[in-house]
């Protein structure tokens, strides 16, 4: 182990070497993933008795490699009862971390044997984050903070502005909307990560659709692949956020951003410049879409308000 460290080290520090490995590693990041090659020996099925050249029996399925059972074998088998137990899990969770747009790309282009299927592998996340964030317990205990915080909003026009009656009945309206508001997504992010960071792609989702649409990569990129897309990079997400919340950094929170313009980056073959200047067009768009539906929305409560205050 010390001398694995030590060769690490040496690695790192030897500009040649670390070109080398750079190069290595990213040819190993644009590879797929390989299927183990199918093997000429003659095997006899354990289950079914049939005979068979191959990996996997044609009758039943079972593998040709059973052997006796191992402590490795026997923590897979209660893994399997989560759904986690296959070597897919690993291989995704590894290509999630260390080249997920090209994982995503391969998924899309056929590959779906060699990985976890994206959305169980989402709801799996989901139910770990919930477990690691806060065990069994639901009760969110800063609720009543956060929505003294978001009163504060509208404290400044309260004092500073002399109001009617009716106007003040508006704003007590508006004021309990926006405290709601906020509260509840302030409580699914606390509670959960994995879905709130889908909310958020979520809410990016039509306008970066629309700018990738048409990358080098995937020319005729479809809407329900993007989909699919987004959810591998929201479990990409939920892994680095559970990592942080396991490790007590905040350098993950930051990690799963720049990981997931790599992801886009990777998915598209857009170059980092274009893929950020897209984010960015995103973002503004998304801003702007939601300060429409907040301005409509206060202005249909504004009008509601004002008609019975008026009566």
């Not at 006899?44 to 050249?53: D, K």
């Not at 065990?135 to 915080?149: H, I, K």
């Not at 970066?208 to 990079?233: G, H, M, N, Q």
């Amino acid at each position: 182990m010390l001398q694995t460290i030590n060769n690490a080290i040496a690695t790192v520090s030897d500009k040649r070497k670390r070109t080398v490995w750079l190069r290595a590693f990213r040819i190993w990041q644009r590879r797929p993933h390989e299927v183990a090659p199918l093997s000429e020996a003659t095997h006899e099925c354990a289950s079914c008795a049939t005979v068979f050249q191959g990996n996997y029996c044609p009758r039943c399925g079972q593998s040709a490699q059973i052997g006796r059972f191992s402590f490795t074998k026997a923590f897979r088998l209660f893994l399997d009862v989560w759904g986690i137990g296959n070597r897919s899990m690993t291989r995704t969770i590894r290509d999630l971390l260390l080249r997920p747009g090209y994982m995503i790309r391969d998924y899309l282009k056929g590959m779906q044997s060699a990985y976890f299927p994206p959305f169980k592998m989402f709801f799996l996340l989901t139910a770990l984050s919930l477990l690691v964030d806060h065990g069994f317990s639901l009760n969110d205990e800063g609720q009543q903070e956060r929505a003294e915080v978001t009163s504060t909003i509208f404290e400044d026009y309260d004092d500073n502005q002399s109001l009617s009656k009716d106007e003040k009945v508006v704003m007590d309206r508006v004021q309990m909307a926006f405290t709601k508001l906020f509260s509840t997504l302030k409580m699914i992010e606390r509670k959960n990560q994995p879905i709130f960071a889908l909310l958020m792609l979520v809410l990016f989702y039509l306008p970066l659709y629309y700018f990738i649409r048409k990358s080098p990569v995937i020319p005729d990129l479809r809407y329900s692949e993007f989909t699919v897309a987004l959810v591998y990079i929201s479990n990409m997400t939920s892994i680095y956020s559970i990592l942080g919340d396991l490790l007590h950094s905040m350098l993950f929170d930051i990690l799963w951003v720049v990981m997931a313009i790599v992801a886009i980056r990777q998915l598209s073959g857009f170059s980092v410049r274009k893929v950020l200047w897209y984010v960015i067009l995103t973002f503004l768009i998304s801003v702007l879409i939601i300060v429409v539906l907040i301005s409509l929305s206060v202005y249909i409560i504004y009008l509601f308000n004002g008609g019975e205050t008026s009566a």
